[in-house]
């Protein structure tokens, strides 16, 4: 069974890059079917998907629009994790933030992570 | 991409059937079978209860199904029970190779 667990701060001031890490066991980041996700979710803006990252021979990255040339998502295989970088925060992006797989790219989301609340202030 | 459009809340007495509609445009729901449903419980994470627009994961209460009309999908819970009282999401891929949620809603066991 598939697994995601989350670290990361959950402080982050302005101007600053959040950077959060999803931990997967059970199955592996350089899958050649899974594309591995970040979500967040806000009162103001609900739920948010950010992008995503994937494996099919060379990784690729499809990101939201909301915050493309602030985001960045990348793999590391030697820990079987992936990470989720914003650049310049404002307050706007404090949020709890999963991290979810897309199992065989079919475009639904299971399992999620923990969640983790990411509050943007100085 | 605008949030996809849901009640805030639906009510139902205990055993009745309710449905929560999600209304997009042609370019996510009504262009595409991907349309998924999530329930979340307060403090947790999403919980995948509908994908595929009507598949139902393996574990999930058959009293859980979805359908689809144009642009517009549907959650039904039938025979409700005081455990379904929650948060619903919806959520459809997009056109733009991305997903759009929809706001949320809540339901409410009377």
């Known amino acids: 069974q598939t697994q995601l667990q989350q670290s990361g701060p959950g402080l982050v001031k302005p101007s600053q890059t959040l950077s959060l890490t999803c931990a997967i066991s059970g199955d592996s980041v350089s899958s050649n079917s899974a594309s591995w996700n970040w979500i967040r979710q806000s009162p103001s803006r609900g739920l948010e998907w950010l992008g995503r990252?994937?494996?099919?021979?060379?990784?690729?990255?499809d990101y939201a629009i909301s915050v493309k040339g602030r985001i960045n998502i990348n793999a590391d295989t030697s820990k079987n994790h992936f990470s989720l970088q914003l650049n310049s925060v404002t307050p706007e992006d404090t949020a709890v933030y999963y991290c979810?797989?897309?199992?065989?790219?079919?475009?639904?989301?299971?399992?999620w992570g923990q969640g983790t609340l990411v509050t943007v202030s100085s | 991409q605008s949030a996809l459009t849901q009640p805030a809340s639906v009510s139902g007495s205990l055993g009745q059937s309710i449905t929560i509609s999600c209304t997009g445009t042609s370019s996510d729901v009504g262009g595409y079978n991907y349309v998924s449903w999530y329930q979340q419980h307060p403090g947790k994470a999403p919980k995948l209860i509908i994908y595929d627009v009507t598949k139902r994961p393996s574990g999930v209460s058959n009293r859980f199904s979805g359908s689809k009309s144009g642009n517009t999908a549907s959650l039904t819970i039938s025979g409700l029970q005081a455990e379904d009282e929650t948060d619903y999401y919806c959520?459809?891929?997009?056109?733009?190779?991305?997903?759009?949620f929809g706001i949320g809603t809540k339901v409410i066991v009377l």
């Open positions: 979810a797989r897309d199992a065989n790219s079919e475009n639904w989301f299971d399992p």
């Open positions: 990252t994937y494996y099919r021979s060379k990784w690729y990255n």
């Open positions: 959520c459809s891929y997009t056109s733009s190779t991305t997903y759009v």
